[in-house]
């Protein structure tokens, strides 16, 4: 399914106004409440076969609504076993079920990024394990895949036998390696087992085995993580700091204002936007026009007009795409503005300039040099946007790192240059590490 600004607008809106896509965000607020309200493994099992049923649901009605929608382009009728349109549009027509079919598509993603917080709850909000757990390709829905029987028996019995938590790593789009995690309470803290779970006990799959063994002790001990892309994780004494709470100030303005601008330490400029109470102000053109005026205007308050050069992480439409992101499930806003983010019916924009980037580095003794051609627009997550110097050590920086902490995170520059010299004074950090900072869940808890 296309990005939603490269789709037609009236496309776009016919997603925002279809009744699956508004009821989901009732259901989404709900959801990140319990899952905030969770505590014991009795409350992580009943919230995940909550959730589970719900994603499974909507799945199943998506398979229903493509499968109407082909044999409608064949010349054939609406069969009888055909889901029930949540639409008023005419079941007749094909693009009705191609509709609600994108409609479910999302809807699944966003049921899934509140999957991707119960892992980061269960973990601890332990980034390392989200890495490197994550580098495997996503197997896709559950509904009608072989093996979820078995898996779900997994955790049932479990849970009946042991009282034990297992998350299934399938309902989440962050966890692609491993079927499952056991987790064991060990006082005021847990073990964690992870599983791969086969229908057929006689069927061995070496490359996973291979990769989980990877992930183990990447995590464990550093070793090199398990994937095609190259990396380590790396720990730091370093405990992190993020500016966060500019982004709630700057979205209560924004439900008032439809947007506000906001400066951000560290040469950054923040524009969120409440897209619903933008539209009961102004038109549409007349939005996108205030936005990107307001764009303009904190780009000046923090000085980096023409600066350097410009680059710039947008919230909208990222929900489930990006597995090692923190998901705004978790982030420190209320379960209604997470809500909001999730569903696209808000978003914020960070600009940052390479500039005060480069000095951060310079002042913690790096020589550094930005990469990235200045006239480039659009960068690609594995694409190295600069490098940093130390005597003979160098190390790269990946957009991904960067477009995460940096901007949609707004972590702190100092802090995040100090972490960049620890990498590079450590011997075991290798060319292309991943950052880990100190006490991160006092974050996201």
Sequence with gaps: M???????????????RHPIHQDGVGTLTRLITALRQCRSARDFYDFQQDLLARVLEVQEHRAGCRRVATLLRQGKAVPADAPELR???????EETWDLEADVCERVDRQLRSVADGLAWRVFSYDRRV?????????????AGKKGLAAERAFVTKWWRDEGRFVLLHDLTSCLTIGDATLFKEI??????????????????VSRQARRQRMAEEAIRSGGPLPGDLPGRLVPLD????????????A???????????????????????????GYDLWSERELIDRTAAEHLQAVKRARILDVGHLVYARSDDLVARSPTMPPWSIYPLSPALCTRLITDYA??????????LLAALDDVGLAAEWVLPRGQETVQPDEVVLRA???????????????????????DLPMWAKGVAQLIDRHDSGRHPWQSFSDEWKVWA
């Design 2 to 16: 296309p990005l939603l600004n490269d789709m037609p607008l009236e496309r776009t809106n016919q997603i925002f």
């Design 87 to 93: 639409s008023a549009d005419p079941a007749t027509s």
């Design 130 to 142: 989200i890495i490197a757990l994550s580098r495997n390709q996503h197997p896709g829905p559950m």
């Design 187 to 204: 006082g005021n803290d847990y073990e964690a087992y992870l599983h791969e779970i086969k229908s057929d006990p006689n069927r061995t």
């Design 238 to 249: 370093i405990p992190y700091k993020t500016h966060l709470n500019l982004l709630g100030t």
């Design 251 to 277: 979205f209560d303005l924004a439900h008032e204002r439809g947007v506000q601008g906001i400066k951000v330490p560290g040469g950054r400029a923040l524009v969120a936007t409440d897209i619903v109470r």
């Design 347 to 356: 978003m914020y924009f960070v600009t940052m300039s390479s500039e005060p």
């Design 389 to 411: 110097h130390r005597g003979a050590r160098t190390i790269e920086l990946r957009w991904a790192e960067m477009q995460r902490r940096l901007l949609l995170e707004m972590a």
